[in-house]
């Protein structure tokens, strides 16, 4: 079973950046679509971005223009680059992927995540004002 394990978050000022990255155990197919999620203490999952196997991107406008998701397949891993980091992107973060084989030229779902079948385990992101 595919297993993903998410790098260290860490804590920032306001302005800074952060990369994450997630490693899968197994095989990330070019039809799995990955993400990168998000959770802040009392409010719902929201998706920053997600990224298909050709390398098709989506992200949510909270993060748009400051945020960059990437995958290597090669290397079973999937980033993300968050530049110019607010206070309000404070939250757990989580990888996923949608093990459902989809074409990758065909944009990812982002959402709430609610298509992704596989997690890991969150790593905490704090910015400070």
């Known amino acids: 079973q595919l297993q993903l394990v998410e790098s260290e978050g860490g804590s920032v000022q306001s302005g800074g950046f952060l990369r994450l990255s997630c490693v899968a155990s197994g095989n990330i197919h070019s039809s799995h679509c990955m993400g990168w999620f998000r959770q802040a203490p009392g409010k719902e999952r929201e998706g920053a971005g997600s990224v298909t196997g050709a390398g098709i991107t989506s992200y949510s406008d909270s993060v748009k223009g400051r945020f960059t998701i990437s995958r290597d397949n090669a290397k079973n891993t999937v980033f993300l680059q968050m530049n110019n980091l607010k206070p309000e992107d404070t939250a757990m973060y989580y990888c996923?992927?949608?093990?459902?084989?989809?074409?990758?030229?065909?944009?990812?779902?982002?959402?709430?995540?609610?298509?992704?079948?596989?997690w890991g385990q969150g790593t905490q992101v704090t910015v400070s004002s």
């Open positions: 996923a992927a949608d093990l459902t084989l989809r074409s990758r030229y065909v944009r990812c779902p982002l959402g709430s995540g609610t298509e992704y079948n596989t």
